[in-house]
């Protein structure tokens, strides 16, 4: 067992070692959000000339209604409060944003707006298909194909799969094994283990990974890391905007509107295709691994959208 920090210990270096666990019980993502919210904050409440901590609920209502008059959406409001309300909480104080007043206008500008999100286009199993046909054989050829496959057949989160190793990955008789440490819906690192069968032709994904280790030679550390135009391998892992830049790329070559597609296009066009296969709900939330059904719920009304539509009833 390891000896607990004696004492003596300067309290200022106790404090920062405080502030390391704080910082590790949210995402990299909500945290780096959360920065971004407060920052915004500050800037506002300075030309405005008034205090952000602690801000007053009248102040935080005034700081909603001005997005909000600049065009926010609901969505990105909500996440600006929730930054807000997360910084007086770790102050020690009392959380604004739970104030009645701030909580009706809250209601109030949802209304106003809406609440309906853009939704980024799900890359079916097709588009991916077309995609892998565009890939050259060289060193970022077979990169970007080893990725693209395994995120689209194991339904990752960019996150998850930028922070894949190659120690992540198991070959079995059937496929590949693949560790998946932590993710948005496991951020205590319990684990998962994806089943990633063997395909056929152009897009399998396990002869994909095969060849992908075989021309980079990577035999621990980052599975996918970024590659310069000189063809030089980085050391370090490739970034989630990088990825989405690769995936954007790619989409345009086949004609497809970089601005629809996100990093989420290969976990969302994994769910929608079941879905229009006729998968059951519960084997493709399985596959998804979604904290909440919802999500999933909607990708199957959108993959069953066109099967037996009232309207084809008409006889128009």
Known sequence: MTALVPLSVASTELERMATDYMKAARAPNT????????????????????????????????????????????????????????????????????????????????RKLGTAQRRARPLLVEDVRAIVATMGDDLTGRRDRAMILLGFAGALRRSELVALNVEDVAEVPEGLAITIRRSKTDQEGAGRVLAIPEGTGATDPVKAWRRWLEVSEICEGPAFRPIDRYGHLGDAALTTEGFTKILKRYAAKIGLDPSDISGHSLRSGFATTLARAGVPFEKIAEGTRHASLDMVRVYVRTGNLFRDPPAAKLGL
């Not at 971004?36 to 409440?45: A, V």
């Not at 001005?66 to 104080?93: F, M, N, P, S, Y």
Request: charge should be positive.
């Open 31 to 110: 945290v780096r959000s959360y920065r971004q919210g407060w920052q915004t904050f500050e800037r506002w409440c300075r030309a405005s000339g008034r205090k952000s901590l602690p801000a007053t609920p009248e102040t935080v209502l005034m700081f909603a209604v001005a997005l909000a008059d600049a065009g926010a959406k609901a969505g990105t409001i909500d996440v600006r409060l929730r930054a807000i309300g997360a910084a007086h909480e770790t102050a020690g104080l009392a959380n604004p944003c739970k104030d009645a007043l701030v909580k009706m206008g809250r209601s109030g500008i949802r």
